[in-house]
């Protein structure tokens, strides 16, 4: 049966080669954009390593501080002086690692100026993530609190500034200053915001020791790791409560401090909902919004294509008559026309996952966003698989079911 | 005959609905795109007033020190004089001068500028003693700043061209006030520059104020930027020796030192960014409208086989076959189009990209109009081929 | 075998009233051969596509098999057109991207059947009307009185009692409508299956046991 109706299905994408042509290439245009996305979204969100604990994971990303009027507020990094006091000093919590917002600085290699992200961080960021040491490896708490002018670096740096020899005990400047090389590791994408940086050095290397300021703001961020999953809930609970008792150097200014301790895609969700803080958890809202954003962008394709499959098979009214007349009740007529669509646009699909292969390699290729790696993993084939079969119903369904009520005598009456 | 078309269109609104709405918003993406493109061409063509070959720009602490106020207080006390005397004792330098806004980037400064009754906007940035040699401004009339301004108790100022015709008409500027009537302290016009572009080609030239910074030794004088103009010949490898010296004139600063026409580079690449996504975004909406097109055009032809049989059996030529079925898509697409076209014409009425002028608007609306209509044509092509095709003899057989 | 009671049949737009067909009563008994005949327009093949279940009358009965047809859900119309009946068309209608065989096969699918069981009673379907060199054919490759052959081959795979046959021969020269009638004359003398025939050719209706007359949808003797 299967085997006839992919038969048929084929003979009649072959009739009429432009309009199968011109769907197609609707089809896959659309899916490549809806895979392009989804990779994107994966990229950035999904677990990937360094980052192999974000089940356990929370993160401060912006903190808020407001006037007692309300009327004006601060938004943006904390301090890192905030940070130490309130954030390193929780309970219940395995482990604390304060990092900054990686920066440009500047290296002169043979005059040339090279430019790359450094990040400071503190000993405990290499605990919490799990590197991939290619030579070395990471430093410790001690060298922070040593200030010990120690440095990881990854790949692409080793490459630039000692060519293709081991990078380890070796010496290299950046922005005035030098460290010694003691880890090499393989290049982060810079999606991958919370690891991401080309050299990594402690903190406490900072060229002025301002960051230890009274100022609440600066810039940077902190890694809660939680002993299991189920205490994400309560470590949030808890900060809030922290965040009540913060004393303020300028009560005047400001008195009042709001955050979350989120995961990256809690911060996603909230920033893409517009919201502040979260009573619900706002990633089912986000996945939700995602979804129906999706099924948005797949409905003008898909009414387009229901214009073209009503006339497709209403050329074929013979055919349908002659199908009624020997037995085919209207479902099985609908079963087939569905088949047919299905089968058109997994092509389609199939064409635009090959396609949306090349534009994720294309856009790896060009740097615009340096280091992206963009692989086709199975998550990224079974979500455009969904979406492919999703959109060969959709487009499919009405269409059918439009023509496979056409009156038998009526449809024999036409052209023979 | 359009009559004719309009009454097969309007029988065939609900089919026909969703196309004219893919129209009119692929028009409206479309629109946005072609102008801003005409745009930036269009002032890309006129005078920059400076030349940027040859110097490069220095960023005075990273963004970051700027934003949390990282620096020391300490080290920021005659920053702007000491960094420019250590740079003066270089030989491959040939001049150099502090400014407060950087080239080719987004952000503006403005002010209100006033003459007998008249008051105008107009962008402004301090800079220090020397500028014009750094970035090679055209004086018209009039004098640079000198070092003798310091005992000025009046702001001298200098405008440019435009700013002058639009204040003064045909008055000589030089030796007026142009600050606000209130204020004690004016600033007064000194010298005449054709023109100066701090945002770069691709924005419109407006009204611009050069104002003069002194360096009186305070923390507050601080500039963000220092310019130098290097000598021609001078190698990238004198950047590192710049740097260095620049570090241990204020330890603990960061600096970041750019060629001038790489920060055009980048920035350019910026301003295209969004172009460039609402040029995908266009042509992604196009591809959707001619599928929409080829099957609204296909669905006619289809449902209507007969009646084009017996249009060719009464006579009718294949080209009034092909005009009919081009002559309803071109009448759908007019639909959308005089809705979007509807809709555009609103916005400089209400404000939205007036920044365009008229002339980049028309050509614009124009250009996008030609594309759908372009588009339209082509979709109906191969449809208005099997339409004509169809012979009679098969269209009205049956019984 | 069927019989028709009172049929009406109205065609209504908003604006019009178009009466195809006008107190019909007939009865066909198992194994008869008739025909009907009338002027263009007068409701033959309106009333053939009533007998085939087709099309709904709009006032009155059809009976099949002693059974009155009171449900005309889809599922139960279509499982009733598969088994009992075949249909042969003035225009053939064969499906043009299918092969003869595979045209052949189409009730079959709708049976139910095994793709082995289905070649083998397709074939034997071909042999019957003389076409077991053409299998793989498409229509087009075949004359018009060839294809009229596949189209009776389909009508009878399913072993259907009832034949209903819209002008078979008049798309054909009098040799291959000859060829037709032969076969269709044989199925009904060997396999008794019945059938019902429009014709407007006297010389057909000749053949047939029975002649029903029609004129502007009713009755006539």
């Known amino acids: 049966?299967?085997?006839?109706?992919?038969?048929?299905?084929?003979?009649?994408?072959?009739?009429?080669?432009?309009?199968?042509?011109?769907?197609?290439?609707?089809?896959?245009?659309?899916?490549?954009?809806?895979?392009?996305?989804?990779?994107?979204?994966?990229?950035?969100?999904?677990?990937?390593?360094?980052?192999?604990?974000?089940?356990?994971?929370?993160?401060?990303?912006?903190?808020?501080?407001?006037?007692?009027?309300?009327?004006?507020?601060?938004?943006?990094?904390?301090?890192?002086?905030?940070?130490?006091?309130?954030?390193?000093?929780?309970?219940?919590?395995?482990?604390?690692?304060?990092?900054?917002?990686?920066?440009?600085?500047?290296?002169?290699?043979?005059?040339?100026?090279?430019?790359?992200?450094?990040?400071?961080?503190?000993?405990?960021?290499?605990?919490?993530?799990?590197?991939?040491?290619?030579?070395?490896?990471?430093?410790?708490?001690?060298?922070?609190?040593?200030?010990?002018?120690?440095?990881?670096?990854?790949?692409?740096?080793?490459?630039?500034?000692?060519?293709?020899?081991?990078?380890?005990?070796?010496?290299?400047e950046v922005d005035g200053q030098h460290f010694r090389v003691v880890g090499v590791v393989p290049d982060i994408p810079i999606l991958r915001i919370v690891p991401f940086a080309d050299i990594w050095v402690p903190i406490s290397t900072a060229k002025t020791d301002t960051y230890r300021g009274q100022k609440l703001w600066g810039n940077y961020l902190a890694m809660i790791l939680a002993r299991q999953r189920a205490d994400l809930k309560m470590i949030n609970d808890e900060y809030h409560d922290v965040l009540k008792r913060v004393e303020f150097p300028d009560p005047k200014q400001h008195n009042k401090a709001f955050g979350e301790a989120e995961?990256?895609?809690?911060?996603?969700?909230?920033?893409?909902?517009?919201?502040?803080?979260?009573?619900?958890?706002?990633?089912?809202?986000?996945?939700?919004?995602?979804?129906?954003?999706?099924?948005?962008?797949?409905?003008?394709?898909?009414?387009?294509?229901?214009?073209?499959?009503?006339?497709?098979?209403?050329?074929?009214?013979?055919?349908?008559?002659?199908?009624?007349?020997?037995?085919?009740?209207?479902?099985?007529?609908?079963?087939?026309?569905?088949?047919?669509?299905?089968?058109?646009?997994?092509?389609?699909?199939?064409?635009?996952f090959v396609l949306s292969y090349g534009v994720l390699h294309f856009i790896s290729s060009t740097g615009l966003i340096p280091y992206a790696h963009f692989g086709v993993n199975y998550r990224i084939f079974l979500c455009g698989l969904a979406i492919t079969l999703f959109f060969g119903l959709l487009s499919g369904v009405y269409p059918a079911w439009k023509m496979s009520r056409l009156h038998p005598a009526v449809a024999l009456r036409g052209r023979g | 005959m359009t009559k004719h078309l309009l009454t097969l269109v309007w029988n065939r609104r609900r089919a026909n609905a969703l196309v004219v709405l893919e129209i009119f918003i692929s028009f409206l993406v479309l629109f946005a795109a072609v102008t801003l493109g005409a745009y930036y061409a269009d002032n890309y063509r006129?005078?920059?007033?400076?030349?940027?070959?040859?110097?490069?720009?220095?960023?005075?602490?990273?963004?970051?020190?700027?934003?949390?106020?990282?620096?020391?207080?300490?080290?920021?006390?005659?920053?702007?004089?000491?960094?420019?005397?250590?740079?003066?004792?270089?030989?491959?330098?040939?001049?150099?001068?502090?400014?407060?806004?950087?080239?080719?980037?987004?952000?503006?400064?403005?002010?209100?500028?006033?003459?007998?009754?008249?008051?105008?906007?107009?962008?402004?940035?301090?800079?220090?003693?020397?500028?014009?040699?750094?970035?090679?401004?055209?004086?018209?009339?009039?004098?640079?700043?000198?070092?003798?301004?310091?005992a000025l108790d009046w702001d001298p100022v200098i405008i440019n061209q435009r700013l002058a015709n639009e204040l003064f008409g045909s008055e000589d500027p030089l030796g007026k006030n142009i600050g606000n009537p209130e204020e004690k302290r004016q600033a007064r016009v000194v010298g005449i520059i054709t023109e100066y572009r701090e945002n770069g080609e691709l924005f419109e030239p407006e009204n611009y104020v050069v104002a003069r910074r002194k360096l009186t030794g305070v923390s507050d004088d601080a500039m963000l930027h220092i310019v130098i103009r290097v000598r021609p010949g001078t190698t990238a490898a004198f950047e590192e020796t710049v740097m260095t010296r620049l570090l241990a004139t204020a330890r603990g600063t960061s600096f970041e030192i750019k060629p001038l026409a790489q920060v055009r580079a980048?920035?350019?690449?910026?301003?295209?960014?969004?172009?460039?996504?609402?040029?995908?975004?266009?042509?992604?909406?196009?591809?959707?409208?001619?599928?929409?097109?080829?099957?609204?055009?296909?669905?006619?032809?289809?449902?209507?086989?007969?009646?084009?049989?017996l249009r060719r059996a009464l006579g009718g030529t294949a080209t009034a076959i092909h005009a009919q079925v081009l002559g309803e898509l071109v009448v759908i697409t007019s639909v959308g189009l005089l809705l979007g076209t509807a809709l555009v014409a609103q916005l400089p009425l209400l404000g939205v990209m007036t920044f365009v002028g008229t002339r980049v608007f028309l050509v614009g609306l124009g250009t996008s109009l030609a594309l759908i209509y372009l588009l339209t044509l082509l979709c109906g092509l191969y449809p208005s081929m099997l339409a004509s095709k169809i012979q009679p003899a098969e269209a009205l057989h049956y019984e | 075998?069927?019989?028709?009671?009172?049929?009406?049949?109205?065609?209504?737009?908003?604006?019009?009233?178009?009466?195809?067909?006008?107190?019909?009563?007939?009865?066909?008994?198992?194994?008869?051969?008739?025909?009907?005949?009338?002027?263009?327009?007068?409701?033959?093949?309106?009333?053939?596509?009533?007998?085939?279940?087709?099309?709904?009358?709009?006032?009155?009965?059809?009976?099949?098999?002693?059974?009155?047809?009171?449900?005309?859900?889809?599922?139960?119309?279509?499982?009733?057109?598969?088994?009992?009946?075949?249909?042969?068309?003035?225009?053939?209608?064969?499906?043009?991207?299918?092969?003869?065989?595979?045209?052949?096969?189409?009730?079959?699918?709708?049976?139910?059947?095994?793709?082995?069981?289905?070649?083998?009673?397709?074939?034997?379907?071909?042999?019957?009307?003389?076409?077991?060199?053409?299998?793989?054919?498409?229509?087009?490759?075949?004359?018009?009185?060839?294809?009229?052959?596949?189209?009776?081959?389909?009508?009878?795979?399913?072993?259907?009692?009832?034949?209903?046959a819209d002008e078979p021969t008049g798309n054909l020269d009098s040799q291959m409508g000859d060829e037709i009638m032969d076969i269709i004359t044989s199925l009904n003398r060997q396999e008794k299956t019945t059938v019902i025939m429009v014709t407007h050719d006297p010389r057909l209706a000749a053949i047939t046991e029975r002649i029903m007359r029609l004129f502007d949808g009713r009755q006539v003797n």
């Not at chain 1, 192999?52 to 009027?69: A, H, M, N, Q, Y």
């Not at chain 1, 898909?302 to 214009?307: E, G, P, Q």
């Not at chain 2, 055009?297 to 086989?305: A, P």
């Not at chain 3, 793989?136 to 009878?156: K, M, N």
């Open chain 1, 1 to 172: 049966m299967l085997k006839n109706y992919l038969k048929m299905a084929f003979k009649v994408l072959l009739r009429r080669k432009f309009f199968t042509f011109i769907s197609l290439f609707g089809i896959s245009l659309t899916l490549v954009v809806l895979m392009v996305a989804v990779a994107l979204f994966d990229h950035t969100f999904g677990a990937y390593p360094p980052e192999t604990k974000t089940d356990r994971t929370l993160g401060i990303f912006f903190v808020e501080f407001r006037s007692p009027d309300d009327h004006s507020m601060t938004n943006g990094f904390a301090g890192y002086t905030f940070l130490d006091r309130y954030v390193r000093t929780l309970p219940n919590v395995e482990k604390v690692s304060l990092y900054s917002f990686p920066t440009t600085a500047v290296s002169y290699l043979n005059g040339a100026p090279v430019t790359s992200w450094l990040k400071r961080t503190d000993g405990e960021f290499w605990q919490i993530l799990d590197f991939k040491f290619l030579e070395g490896g990471p430093f410790s708490p001690q060298d922070e609190k040593d200030r010990n002018f120690v440095a990881v670096i990854n790949e692409t740096t080793r490459k630039r500034f000692f060519s293709e020899g081991p990078a380890v005990g070796k010496f290299l």
């Open chain 2, 46 to 150: 006129r005078p920059l007033g400076y030349s940027y070959e040859n110097v490069w720009d220095i960023s005075v602490g990273s963004l970051m020190e700027m934003i949390s106020g990282d620096s020391a207080a300490e080290d920021k006390k005659n920053i702007t004089k000491r960094l420019l005397a250590a740079l003066r004792e270089f030989p491959e330098i040939e001049a150099s001068a502090g400014m407060d806004n950087p080239l080719f980037s987004i952000g503006t400064s403005n002010n209100n500028y006033y003459h007998q009754g008249r008051k105008t906007l107009a962008s402004f940035c301090a800079v220090t003693d020397g500028f014009q040699d750094v970035m090679r401004l055209e004086l018209v009339r009039g004098r640079w700043f000198e070092a003798a301004d310091d």
């Open chain 2, 266 to 309: 980048s920035f350019m690449r910026v301003c295209m960014a969004p172009l460039l996504a609402i040029g995908v975004v266009a042509a992604f909406l196009m591809i959707m409208v001619s599928l929409g097109l080829v099957g609204v055009v296909w669905q006619s032809v289809t449902q209507r086989t007969t009646e084009i049989g």
């Open chain 3, 1 to 164: 075998m069927i019989r028709l009671s009172n049929v009406d049949k109205v065609y209504r737009t908003s604006q019009i009233e178009t009466v195809a067909l006008s107190s019909i009563n007939m009865e066909v008994k198992e194994g008869e051969f008739i025909s009907i005949m009338g002027p263009s327009g007068s409701g033959k093949t309106t009333l053939l596509n009533i007998l085939g279940l087709l099309d709904v009358p709009t006032r009155g009965t059809v009976r099949l098999n002693g059974g009155e047809l009171t449900s005309y859900r889809d599922r139960d119309v279509a499982r009733i057109r598969n088994r009992e009946i075949g249909f042969v068309f003035q225009t053939y209608h064969l499906i043009s991207d299918l092969s003869v065989v595979d045209n052949v096969e189409i009730p079959l699918l709708y049976r139910r059947l095994r793709g082995g069981e289905r070649r083998k009673l397709a074939r034997e379907a071909l042999e019957r009307v003389g076409l077991s060199s053409r299998i793989h054919h498409f229509p087009s490759q075949l004359s018009g009185g060839q294809q009229q052959r596949v189209a009776i081959a389909r009508a009878i795979v399913g072993k259907p009692r009832i034949l209903l």
């Open chain 1, 263 to 352: 995961t990256l895609l809690d911060l996603g969700s909230r920033l893409f909902l517009l919201e502040k803080s979260y009573g619900e958890s706002p990633v089912k809202r986000f996945m939700a919004w995602l979804i129906f954003l999706m099924v948005l962008f797949m409905l003008l394709p898909t009414i387009n294509l229901v214009n073209i499959n009503v006339s497709r098979i209403r050329e074929r009214s013979s055919e349908i008559g002659v199908r009624k007349a020997f037995g085919a009740s209207s479902l099985t007529l609908v079963g087939q026309f569905v088949v047919e669509n299905v089968l058109l646009t997994l092509v389609g699909g199939g064409i635009g």
